[in-house]
């Protein structure tokens, strides 16, 4: 699912197999894509696909040093073409606005987030992934090329456990949202409830600052990662996690990688 603001949005997701089109405005210069939580599955792939569509990317991660970084490194570099990587703390606003400022990327795909067990959902995970999400639009709207925000939401963003379509209607769509998660269940409500709270709150401040924002609420990712992997991706040791939200084989080469934390553990990986 796609909820846009405005301009026209094409993406669909499957392993090796990320199309993205975009309708920017016309211009000279190249298209530059800033990618957060680069390091992590999703961000990996977007990273390696938009240099394989000759984008210009920079890479944003936690530290350049860590092994996952410099595998995003090596692959791009196997790639080829104009990548860079920056290590930045996503909840510093005034060194993201100060980047966005400097880098004038034409889209910020924001894949950068927090998704684990956690004893304190809401300091550890909710409220964090809310304050990014805010601070990456805060980022656009200080930036002098104005770029489009694209975020990765979430199905979960868009219902909840046994949520129904909205009366009248027969499926799922952009105006629907989770009504059933909240934080206080554990980890795995509180993880959707703050991919909800992080799109509604992202989507209003981009309307009140006047940034082109798109949301992109995916069910499931799957598939092997690209290029050398620690394991954190893809591979998962238990299986028929229902209860979770996760459905994952014992031994498969697929894990759940729901959208893009920077080297998540899949549940129970």
């Not at 456990?161 to 409500?189: I, M």
């Amino acid at each position: 699912m796609v909820r846009k603001t405005g301009g026209l949005l094409l993406l669909l997701l499957w392993p090796s197999g990320l199309l993205i089109n975009f309708s920017l405005p016309d211009t000279t210069e190249q298209r530059h894509a800033v990618v957060t939580g680069a390091a992590g599955y999703l961000g990996r792939e977007l990273c390696a696909q938009l240099l394989e569509d000759h984008w210009r990317v920079t890479a944003l991660v936690r530290e350049v040093s860590a092994e996952r970084a410099q595998a995003l490194a090596e692959l791009a570099k196997d790639i080829g073409g104009d990548f860079q990587i920056l290590s930045l703390d996503l909840l510093d606003d005034v060194a993201l606005q100060q980047t966005m400022t400097s880098l004038r990327p034409s889209v910020i795909f924001h894949a950068g987030g927090v998704f684990r067990r956690c004893k304190k959902p809401m300091e550890e995970m909710v409220e964090p992934n809310i304050a990014m999400a805010e601070a990456v639009v805060r980022a656009a709207a200080a930036a002098p090329s104005r770029p489009r925000v694209v975020y990765t939401s979430s199905m979960a963003a868009v219902r909840g456990p046994g949520q129904e379509p909205r009366k009248g209607q027969r499926c799922f769509d952009e105006k629907d949202f989770n009504s059933q998660s909240h934080p206080e269940n554990g980890w795995g409500e509180a993880y959707q409830y703050s991919k909800r709270e992080s799109e509604l709150r992202a989507k209003s401040l981009a309307e009140e600052l006047q940034v082109d924002f798109v949301s992109l609420c995916p069910s499931f990712i799957l598939g092997p990662e690209r290029g050398s992997s620690d394991g954190s991706g893809f591979f998962c040791e238990h299986g028929a996690l229902m209860d979770e939200g996760c459905l994952v084989s014992k031994g498969c080469p697929y894990g759940h990688s729901e959208p893009g934390a920077e080297g998540a553990q899949p549940p129970h990986c």
